[in-house]
């Protein structure tokens, strides 16, 4: 192979993207990514500079990168860190927000942030509401993305925020998309998408900017822009089935390079060209209590919850 | 765990099938395997008695397995051996027919063995067609699928069988599958089924009666049957990519057991309940040359290839 050089400019400093056999240096790293992330943003029609987006940030690599990069394309992007209440003897909620809130002071000072603490709210943190379950701490995955889908979407309702942007890397969609495709779980299957609209029940649009990235490229972009996130994964997501799945993708992406952009993209295109039918998406109806949308009569999953 | 016993007598020496949490001494696996057999064949409507049935035997487990089961299910069920000329410094082809032979003597001697030499009708062997085309030894497994493909139906049409029957196991369906997935190749992915119909251009009808077998269920079965196979896999699929994704599916399959049979029947399913759209075969002539259907206008594929 030899050494590699910037495509650019030739400097002998780079980063390599074996999938795209392009090396950049640092600087021609960062406008590319973010270049990339523009076309993105407008392919999939996930906002424009008038909307005001709400950036669910929990203090990793992919939100902060994704704050940071949607001010620098010019768009109104403010912060939302919730506060899950994880402690797991490290103090992980307590040491993602202080990343959060030092990111967002001395980076984007322009922009808010909004600060969601659901033991000062709920009185329960989420370990607490996954414990009273049954299947207790192994439901706490599940839990967790329950009660973060319905607290950005109340915090953007009630701030007035059109969209929800979360950080969801390359990684992390081919994961969920090859577990739903391990299952064929059709309705999971046909909504998987960068972005989904809202709806007239009070769905709040979400757009996924970064789902083109690979997770190694959202960490490059952080490195290279000095951005301090928190390097540790939530520890209760030790053995859980994502991870696993990410590791059998990884071995395929060792293998054979592209092969999780493929696979996403691929995807993506089949249903563009109508792999799928029309999806109808099941009655929902406004919760009694909290009025999100929701499948069930009576109370929403989360207010049953809390 | 402690020691398995058989299911039906309790018999201890038996055969373990993790993913169903089934064991049984070796009678009552053979029993389970016919009976299985002949549910999934009715079940997917492959055939009936009345049918005549040609069975592609490669001298395999797998194949020679089929052809036992469906004798002794009552079917009328023929062999074909196609004589690919594959000698890899191993005489492949020769050994392989040596065991169909073999067997078709001693096994199911009440049966028809149709044997068809490609080098003595067409001048070639697999390895020789495949050698002209740029990709050479690369492209040779798809080559071989495509001459096999063509003379199994030309056999079958001239020799008067309403049905050719594979002898595909789980692993290989699931592995196809697999493929299909990480391109979403929706052509490929629509028509993924164990039975294909007979169209009005002369194609016949196709089934795999064991694609709800694991490969280590139809070896089990061919080894307590006595049936003499060819263990070898053919010199040229080594490296091949249909190996590949059988061992990243045999690694998910040894941490979560089940993990195949569910994305095959998970697959099923989710077409059966309408996942994909009705598809829309593209239009077919037949080949100006052999007569049977083609995408391409003028001559087919294996008539361009010969």
Redesign the interface.
């Given at each position: 192979m030899g050494v590699h050089r910037c495509r650019r400019c030739q400097a002998d400093s780079v980063i390599y993207m074996r999938q795209h056999r392009l090396a950049l240096c640092e600087p021609h790293f960062v406008e590319w990514v973010e270049r990339m992330t523009l076309g993105f943003i407008k392919k999939h029609r996930m906002f424009e500079p008038e909307d005001r987006v709400l950036v669910a940030v929990s203090g990793g690599k992919d939100s902060l990168s994704l704050w940071s990069i949607l001010l620098k394309l010019g768009y109104q992007a403010d912060g939302l860190y919730i506060d899950l209440g994880i402690d797991a003897g490290c103090g992980y909620s307590k040491r993602s927000g202080e990343h959060v809130a030092k990111f967002a002071l001395q980076v984007v000072p322009g922009a808010k942030l909004h600060l969601l603490d659901l033991a000062a709210l709920y009185g329960k943190t989420v370990p607490e509401m996954a414990g009273r379950r049954k299947g207790g701490r192994r439901k706490l995955c599940s839990v967790c993305g329950l009660v973060k889908r319905h607290e950005m979407n109340r915090a953007a309702r009630e701030l007035g925020y059109s969209v929800i942007a979360t950080g969801h890397n390359l990684d992390d969609e081919a994961a969920v998309l090859f577990g739903n495709?391990?299952?064929?779980?059709?309705e999971y299957?046909?909504r998987q998408s960068p972005v989904l609209p809202a709806d007239d029940l009070g769905l709040v649009k979400r757009a996924k900017p970064l789902a083109r990235f690979y997770e190694r490229e959202t960490a490059a972009y952080a490195i290279v822009g000095n951005i301090d996130y928190i390097v540790d994964e939530c520890p209760f997501s030790l053995g859980a089935t994502s991870l696993?799945l990410k590791e059998?993708l990884n071995?395929?992406e060792d293998?054979s390079a592209g092969?999780k952009l493929?696979?996403y993209f691929?995807?993506l295109?089949?249903r563009d060209?109508?792999?799928?039918?029309g999806y109808e998406r099941p009655d929902l109806n406004p919760c009694c209590k909290c009025g999100q949308a929701t499948g069930a009569s009576g109370l929403c999953a989360f207010c049953r919850l809390v």
């Open positions: 495709v391990l299952h064929w779980e059709a299957l046909v696993r059998v071995s395929m293998r092969t493929n696979f691929s995807f295109r089949a060209n109508s792999l799928f039918p």
